[in-house]
């Protein structure tokens, strides 16, 4: 066994407070985000009438409007993130390897468009395909119909292409930088071997984009079950998703336990998926890693 | 290159504008647009008017505004101090793993849920928040750490750890290390997040509606407010303040940045 080596003062004088360096800030995310997490949990096992008992989920889970908002949270969800995969996909695809003016300001472009709030979406999808918005005006104008056929955005439908819109960005940027690492030589000896495009996509540039896309979706996937402001902003009395129910039940009923199973129930959804998101951002830069 | 025929090359093109354009480019325009507008009945809105900016003027949207870029500001130095904190003392220590995953959490729980947190912690004393614009601030802060965390973890990755070490050999001590070495070798990536939470902070509209006071309503709010009331050509008017002043402060952050970049 070797000699332990003594460690200089200077340098465990400058170690020692590392980690006590460390404590504000956890003290102060466990004190406003911690701390009211763990009170939600216990709000939720603690009904009005004192005691505590998990009386409030059976409550909750028997009531339909609970059902309907689970089901709907994970369909739309997942319906925006199967959506947005292919959309982005197709799109990140054009960017990087079919050479297009303006690429570069497009890539911009998305930067900025994920820095905005989702709730525009929807506010700009009212004036395209609202009541009496730009689809249905040219319908009544073109037919003389006294209304246009356009009447989905207060439906499942209306929250569903918000969403697909407003998260595609947000899965091309990983593919656009997979696609950026791709060696384009392996692109020309496809091609000079006889694969044409859609095979060269099949079996060259998919294989490359699926840990990105994996990333891009789970990420998206979760963004969808907390999504609120687009749900919100649609209006719909017949859409109501988890954060939609957490909401209602907390502000307009002063339900809190309610609030809080529900909150429960939808925090146990997103952190799944997102530790399976972790998980193969995870992997994804372990395989970057040994590559290199 | 993967498509060498022109035809099919133009095809594609064609197929992502007509893709690209309507999905992306069309929401903000359309937007943008019907701000300036009375009625949109037809392919073009009709009715040109700056009544809804001159209502922005003059009503409590000013005050809408004033309040979201104070809980952006406030909010953003707040997770800027606390995520470069972290990232900084959890550099080479071995619970750095676990203050990420700590730090990262906040993404992951829905916006809501946050706000119904707060709510429940804060509403009875010792610490009675609820109603004040300071447990807004709180939730907008807790909601942007963890993009200041990342950015500042991964800028600390990237950074070479000769400069640091050398102005330890020379004899400064950490502060000064900090101080005079790290932090001006951080300010690129610590002003890109600073952007990036100001903006995200501006848009905020989940957790806010869960907690906002009467007298401390952000502009996300109020564009709510009015679209939900039927009144959505000014609501457009209100959303286009929003995008302009995010854009004006990225714009400036990103000034800021090529400056610290070309030192």
Known sequence: ?292 | MLVHSRRTRRALQAAFLALFLPVFALPFLVVVTASLATRWSGVLPSGATLDHYRAVAHADALDALTTSVLTAVTASVLALVTGTWAALAARGSRLRRAIEVLFVLPVAVPSVVVGLSLLVAFSKPPFLLNGTSTIVVLAHAVLVTAFAHQSVTAALDRLDPAYEQAAASLGASPLRVLVRVKVPLLLPSLSAAAGLCFALSMGELSATMMLYPPDWVPLPVKVFAATDRGALFPGAALAVLLMATTLLVLLAVSRIRTKAAHR
Not at chain 1, 41 to 57: C, E, I, K, M, T
Not at chain 1, 172 to 190: I, K, N
Not at chain 1, 195 to 203: F, K, L, N, S, T
Request: hydrophobic share 55%.
């Open chain 1, 1 to 292: 066994m070797a000699e332990p080596v003594a460690v200089p003062d200077a340098v465990r004088r400058r170690r020692f407070p590392a980690r006590f360096l460390l404590l504000p800030p956890v003290a102060a995310l466990g004190l406003v985000f911690l701390h009211p997490l763990a009170l939600v949990l216990w709000q939720s096992v603690s009904p009005n009438g004192g005691g505590h008992s998990f009386a409030a989920y059976t409550d909750v889970f028997a009531q339909a409007a609970f059902r309907d908002a689970l089901r709907n949270t994970v369909l739309i969800a997942v319906g925006a993130t199967a959506g947005a995969l292919v959309l982005g996909f197709f799109l990140a695809l054009v960017i990087a390897f079919v050479p297009f003016p303006g690429g570069k300001a497009i890539g911009r472009f998305i930067d900025i468009f994920l820095s905005f709030p989702s709730f525009l979406i929807t506010l700009a999808l009212l004036f395209v395909y609202g009541s009496t918005g730009m689809a249905n005006g040219l319908w009544t104008g073109a037919t003389g119909a006294a209304r246009g056929p356009f009447d989905f955005l207060h439906t499942p439908w209306g929250v569903l292409l918000a969403e697909i819109t407003y998260f595609t960005p947000f899965v091309m940027r990983p593919l656009l930088g997979a696609f950026s690492q791709l060696e384009t030589a392996q692109l020309d000896v496809a091609a000079s071997l006889g694969a044409r495009a859609p095979r060269i996509v099949r079996q060259v540039v998919l294989p490359e984009a699926l840990p990105s896309l994996a990333a891009g979706g789970s990420l998206v996937l979760v963004m969808c079950l907390n999504e609120f402001g687009i749900v919100l902003f649609t209006g719909a009395k017949g859409v109501t998703t988890l954060p939609v129910l957490v909401h209602s039940k907390a502000i307009l009923d002063g339900d809190y336990t309610g609030a809080c199973v529900v909150a429960v129930v939808n925090i146990a959804l997103s952190l799944a998926l997102y530790g399976l998101y972790r998980t193969l951002t995870t992997r994804m830069e372990g395989d970057r890693r040994a590559r290199a």
